[in-house]
């Protein structure tokens, strides 16, 4: 009898287990789905219970994906809660947009804990929030090339929720919309008000810039102030931050004319204050 060689082989560890639920529990993965991370996010796309509507993912490894640029994505009306159970997610790729996590319209997308990062040759965001909601608890830490969180489209936000420390919390929060957005519903979870939230979220476009209003932070545009010099002077005109004042530019010249003064009516009846917050 020849003999017999047994190879023992370690079984690697699942990437992800998943179950679905109602909104608000507390999942138990004991008897969970697994598999990939990419298998989870397809079981949630394919997911029509009405009932158990949100899926429940916990990462069990570190997942890398690279050569994809959209390797997870959420589909339209569906909803999970991604534990990211203190690993990380890291999306690389070398053409077109890199998306860690990509959501689509209509979702909801809750992550806790862990790490997504996302880069590449071109753009990178760590989330893609495609006319969805995102709710981030146990201050994860997202991170884009780009921006580390960008939202699309009107009346959706990110919600800072539970256990965010407020040290860790500092995203990079894009918009590509000209509507205004509310970010997070949660600013108080991390003492935020309006002399430190320029700490935790910068805008990443000239135009627009993130303002803390009434306990909420908004993307707004800034304003601008226009000079009509008639045919006089050309004086540029001047983007402010939100609540800023503009400086009075040097008068202008008109062959034949005495400049009179700035003024912020039609009508020339009401003097420009050039100390007014605009």
């Known amino acids: 009898l020849l003999p017999t060689t047994v190879l023992a082989v370690e079984a690697s560890a699942t990437e992800a287990s998943w179950v679905f639920g109602a909104s608000g ?20 796309n ?13 990462l069990n490894t570190n997942v890398t994906s690279s050569d994809v640029s959209k390797p997870f994505q959420l589909n339209s009306n569906k909803s999970m809660v991604l534990d990211l159970n203190g690993k990380s997610i890291t999306v690389t790729c070398d053409s077109g947009t890199t998306y860690g996590i990509y959501t689509y319209r209509n979702s909801s ?49 990110v919600v800072l929720g539970d256990n965010m420390d407020k040290p860790a919390v500092a995203y990079r929060i894009k918009s590509n919309s000209s509507y205004n957005h509310v970010f997070t519903s949660g600013a108080a979870a991390c003492d935020i008000d309006s002399s430190n939230f320029s700490d935790y979220f910068v805008s990443a476009e000239d135009t627009k810039e993130i303002i803390f209003d009434s306990g909420e932070l908004k993307l707004v545009n800034k304003p601008y102030v226009w000079f009509n010099t008639g045919s006089g002077t050309t004086i540029d005109q001047i983007c402010l931050p939100y609540g800023g004042t503009a400086t009075q530019p040097d008068d202008p010249t008109w062959g034949g004319y005495t400049f009179a003064g700035w003024y912020a009516d039609n009508a020339y009846t009401s003097e420009f204050d050039f100390g007014r917050p605009i």
């Open 46 to 58: 394919a997911n029509t219970d009405e009932t158990n509507k949100v899926t429940y993912v916990q």
């Open 25 to 44: 529990i507390t999942p138990d993965y004991t008897d969970a789905a697994t598999g990939t991370l990419t298998e989870a996010f397809t079981a949630a």
């Open 109 to 157: 997308l809750t992550v806790k804990g862990g790490t997504i990062t996302a880069a590449g040759s071109s753009s990178a965001y760590g989330i893609y929030a495609y006319a969805s909601d995102v709710t981030l608890n146990d201050t994860p830490a997202i991170s884009g090339t780009t921006a580390d969180i960008l939202l699309t489209a009107s009346n959706y936000k």
